[in-house]
């Protein structure tokens, strides 16, 4: 049935923009675009091609290495080329197929292009075999490390995002189309990466988006659990002045913050009703609800899951068990297109503000969702393992250009808070400079901004909101944007009644209601 598959991909939907790191082998060779042939996570439409570009530029004629990309072509009569950057840092473009598959859909008049970062996807690679598959156990991770050290010398250090802003240069010079403009799109670290770019190239391009931005100078990625605590927080909020959440987080504790510390201090003593304290630790039920809050399709089940757990009756713990069974049983991505040791790289030399593991330590033993990621990388620094570039002249500023944007982010983002993200605002106050803000939308506006009634529920709005602003940019970047779909962005709803709702209880609990 349509809306069923509808609905399984919307659990995977905060995957596209998420930061992410897994990894693949290069393949492909320089040349003219041509039927891709390796089609890994792109349809079968899409052409492909290999730029070979200096590892160091300073040095060109130190060697090269390759980077990939691929396109959607519409036809020779195309008004625009649509460049589109994924984050990470460490993931691949390929899994922004889908996405602008869907944008072709509604704007057919543009060509669609994504590449992947140098070191990543089927770019020339930096990691390991395995490296997906160590978590943390550090001494593969050290010998992954050693094995890099060997490969590449000093020029591990030049898989950095400056060097990947002079690569996208270099690919879009030689893929430009006489008459066709050039947009460039990019999400959370891709913002990064696109902002840096703009410092070594400010007024080549027609148009610049940055969807869920990583703010140079305020985006550090050992803040990350921080930042995913306080929309949290902020999402109880959104619970406590809800009808429904309220009744039910009432049964627990005075206010849902509340409710929230009661339970996990049960989960931690040992105290839930019998048969139901083998379920969370402390720490795994943290990850659980900061894994809900980051998908904007689950997120309103996470006041739900603790209730259920708190009360814990023989039809709680069927649902509860339901949703740990999917979990545990989630189809694991073998592609790996992304690469963690390029994450770390540049994480530990650019995105890094100097937290330590202690501090964070004791932040999360209060805390309600996290996933731990800012604690392993501040681990991984006091470890000092890398050997790291240091990039004084770009690293963490902000570029000065007069070309259109468009600046979005969402106001319940975990991984890009409108927080960190609206610091931006100030700086860019062009005339076509536009920063809109999305209520409700999470991580990646451009997919997580679905208009009330939203399409896989009550038939209503296909498009997102995200992408009716989009193409409106696209289609003329000069022009005055009308914004107000995003006063009909669908809100967190805890109601059980809903359309919306029943389909994904039963989906993720495995019973209409999410509450009983």
């Not at 922004?96 to 970062?117: E, G």
């Not at 891709?190 to 148009?207: A, F």
Request: net charge negative; proline share 4%.
């Amino acid at each position: 049935m349509k809306l069923k598959i509808i609905i399984s991909t919307l659990f995977i939907l905060s995957l596209f923009f998420a930061f992410q790191a897994c990894n693949i082998s290069s393949s492909g060779t320089s040349g003219e675009w041509k039927k891709c042939e390796d089609t890994t996570r792109i349809d079968e439409s899409a052409e492909c091609r290999s730029f070979n570009v200096p590892l160091d530029y300073r040095n060109p004629r130190e060697g090269t290495i390759s980077i990939s990309a691929f396109r959607y072509v519409n036809s020779e009569n195309a008004k625009a080329q649509i460049w589109f950057l994924e984050g990470g840092p460490g993931g691949s473009g390929r899994l922004l197929s889908r996405t602008m598959l869907q944008l072709d859909k509604y704007y057919p008049t543009f060509d669609y292009y994504s590449l992947d970062h140098r070191g990543v996807g089927l770019s020339t690679r930096f990691g390991c075999e395995d490296d997906n598959n160590i978590g943390d156990d550090w001494d593969a991770y050290r010998s992954c490390y050693e094995a890099l050290e060997d490969e590449w010398g000093e020029n591990i250090k030049m898989f950095s995002t400056t060097n990947a802003a002079r690569d996208i240069h270099e690919v879009l010079k030689r893929s430009k189309e006489e008459g066709k403009k050039v947009f460039i799109w990019g999400t959370s670290y891709g913002t990064y990466w696109l902002l840096r770019y703009l410092q070594l190239y400010p007024n080549v391009v027609d148009g610049v988006i940055l969807d869920s931005i990583c703010t140079p100078g305020h985006c550090y990625l050992d803040n990350y659990d921080k930042w995913n605590d306080m929309v949290g927080t902020q999402f109880l909020q959104l619970c406590e002045e809800d009808a429904v959440c309220h009744e039910k987080m009432a049964t627990v504790a005075a206010t849902p913050v509340e409710a929230f510390d009661a339970v996990f201090s049960k989960v931690d003593d040992g105290t839930l009703p019998e048969g139901c304290n083998d379920y969370f630790t402390k720490d795994s039920l943290r990850h659980t609800l900061g894994v809900m809050l980051n998908n904007w399709s689950i997120r309103m089940l996470a006041p739900a899951l603790v209730y259920r757990l708190n009360r814990c009756n023989a039809e709680d713990q069927e649902a509860i068990e339901f949703y740990l069974d999917q979990q545990n049983g989630a189809a694991v991505d073998r592609t790996l297109l992304n690469s963690p040791m390029l994450c770390d790289l540049v994480s530990l030399s650019e995105l890094n503000s100097g937290n330590s593991s202690d501090d964070l330590g004791e932040f999360l033993e209060g805390s309600h969702f996290g996933e731990d990621a800012s604690y392993r990388f501040t681990l991984l620094n006091e470890m000092d393992i890398w050997d790291t570039y240091k990039d004084l002249k770009y690293a963490q500023k902000l570029p000065e250009t007069d070309i259109p944007l468009l600046m979005l982010n969402g106001t319940t983002d975990p991984q890009t808070p409108i927080e960190i993200a609206g610091k931006i605002i100030g700086h860019f106050s062009g005339a076509h400079q536009h920063f809109v803000t999305v209520p409700f939308s999470t991580h990646g506006v451009l997919v997580n901004s679905p208009i009330t009634p939203p399409a896989w529920a009550l038939g209503g709005q296909e498009q997102t909101c995200g992408s009716l602003i989009l193409g409106q940019f696209l289609n003329d970047p000069t022009g005055i944007l009308d914004t107000s779909c995003t006063e009909d962005v669908y809100p967190v709803d805890f109601n059980p009644d809903t359309d919306n709702n029943k389909l994904i209880s039963t989906k993720a609990f495995g019973t209409e209601n999410m509450w009983e």
